[in-house]
């Protein structure tokens, strides 16, 4: 049977930020970035032989709008042993997210019709500054760093896009946006800062793709 989990405990935290960023990685765009709001509830179970599996309520808000929250139950197994397969991670949502449709179309066309391909760096500067023009491109990184959390996380860590280091644009002959970041992920667990980068595509029809990452040294 599921052991309920005190919330404050860092196994249900580590849990929840994993399925946030899965679910951001799901369900997010250049015009909607998912964060935690608040974990309501945590159960975990030892299943023999596979792994243990938490049983999480979340209220989830969107990154622009903190007024906009969304509840989701999400189930996590982090499999035993086996260090190269991700957790697995089903979700589902109570109510809407809001539309992004509108938000997504117009960066869209507003990098297609770009005359040279976009290249930024710091993102958010040392002030936590955004430039507006680049929220959706921090967006991006948000939702695509949600797949590399995902991928990449065990029960002993916590991770967090802490910054932009480096973005540049990918001129293609197709109708997807390509980005190459290298991106600060944070692992709350062991006070980390690690550099990634990771290829992104993105088209408002199909969403976002990470067709490649890798992790990288520290001194880069």
């Not at 159960?43 to 929250?69: A, C, F, N, P, W």
């Amino acid at each position: 049977a599921a052991m309920e989990v005190p919330l404050s405990h860092g196994l249900a935290s580590r849990a929840a930020a994993l399925a946030t960023g899965y679910l951001c990685y799901r369900r997010g765009s250049p015009g909607r970035g998912l964060a935690l709001r608040s974990l309501r509830r945590a159960r975990r179970q030892d299943i023999d032989d596979v792994g243990h599996k938490y049983y999480l309520e979340l209220e989830l808000e969107d990154v622009l709008d903190k007024d906009s929250t969304v509840i989701c139950t999400a189930e996590v197994l982090y499999h035993l042993g086996n260090k190269n397969i991700a957790p697995d991670v089903q979700f589902t949502l109570e109510g809407e997210l809001k539309n992004t449709d509108e938000a997504d179309n117009i960066f869209y066309n507003r990098i297609k019709s770009l005359e040279k391909e976009l290249v930024a760096e710091n993102i958010p500067d040392s002030h936590g500054n955004v430039p507006p023009e680049m929220e959706p491109i921090r967006l991006l990184a948000w939702v695509a760093s949600g797949y590399v959390i995902w991928q990449n996380s065990t029960e002993n860590t916590k991770f967090q896009l802490a910054q932009i280091k480096h973005v540049k644009q990918v001129k293609r002959s197709d109708e997807y946006l390509e980005f190459d970041y290298m991106i600060l992920l944070h692992d709350m667990v062991s006070q980390e800062i690690i550099p990634w980068e990771m290829t992104v595509l993105w088209h408002p029809q199909h969403g976002v793709q990470v067709t490649q990452d890798s992790r990288q040294p520290k001194h880069a």
